[in-house]
């Protein structure tokens, strides 16, 4: 019984040893050149699109990004903003971040962001994968505004998504012109940017008249504010160029 027992807590000691700490990076990806994106103790290397500072609204909660909204009162927190990297994206990436809601959150992550007066908000030009809660929508027809489709662009094949205030996982790959998401471990969109059915997706869009558009496939990631809490953290990313 006293060797069982032993055994057993060396078990548990060795599983706890290996879970990985949230807002850090494994052996693994430090080897492959991932770089976290949120530290869990402040907001450095983020700003407000078209700004300065990230205002109060965002916030540290216990080691995830806040956008902190008790209540919603219009289309954007009282002092937040949508936040955008301090850098930009150039050539093939990797993205990967955790996200929750409340009821009725509605927010996103925006790619391929530019940061010019010319576009007065972010939704302008940025390619946004939808990150809410899909009771927004319950009893609607089939659109692209629910978690993990790009809005207005292309629905998710799948709507595998954790109840409201459970963690969901979000995984972005661009690769040789190809972008998938995978969410909660199912790949949900896959795409060959370039092609003639993602060029007619992005010219009946929103965004038709955005860089994407025209193949401008630079640019900085965006975490939106739309007047709703949401949380984010393991925010990371892998690129092969910076500008």
């Known amino acids: 019984m006293r060797i069982l027992l032993i055994g057993l807590l060396c078990l548990i000691s060795s599983k706890f040893a290996w879970a990985q700490a949230i807002n850090s990076l494994s052996v693994q990806e430090k080897t492959e050149g991932w770089a976290l994106l949120f530290n869990g103790k402040d907001l450095k290397g983020w700003h407000v699109y078209g700004a300065g500072l990230p205002g109060k609204s965002w916030l540290v909660d216990q080691g995830s990004l806040k956008l902190h909204v008790p209540q919603r009162a219009g289309n954007k927190a009282p002092d937040g903003g949508d936040l955008v990297t301090d850098f930009s994206i150039k050539g093939d990436f990797e993205f990967k971040a955790d996200w929750k809601v409340e009821k009725y959150t509605n927010s996103g992550i925006f790619f391929f962001v ?129 500008k």
Do not use: C, M
């Not at 659109?143 to 489709?149: E, L, M, S």
């Not at 205030?165 to 995978?182: P, R």
């Not at 060959?192 to 010219?203: C, L, N, Y």
């Open 114 to 242: 530019k940061e010019e007066k010319k576009y007065p908000h972010i939704y302008n030009t940025g390619l946004e994968l939808q990150v809410l809660d899909d009771q927004i929508y319950e009893g609607a027809k089939e659109n692209t505004h629910r978690a993990g489709d790009f809005f207005g662009v292309a629905n998710a094949r799948l709507r595998e998504i954790n109840p409201v205030g459970e963690w969901n996982s979000v995984h972005v790959i661009f690769k040789k012109g190809k972008l998938t998401v995978i969410q909660n471990g199912f790949i949900v969109q896959e795409h060959q940017v370039g092609s003639a059915d993602w060029k007619q997706k992005i010219a009946n869009s929103k965004i038709s008249t955005a860089p994407i558009a025209q193949n401008d496939l630079s640019g900085r990631i965006g975490l939106q504010d739309w007047g709703s809490s949401v949380w984010f953290r393991n925010i990371k990313l892998k690129a092969t160029g910076y």
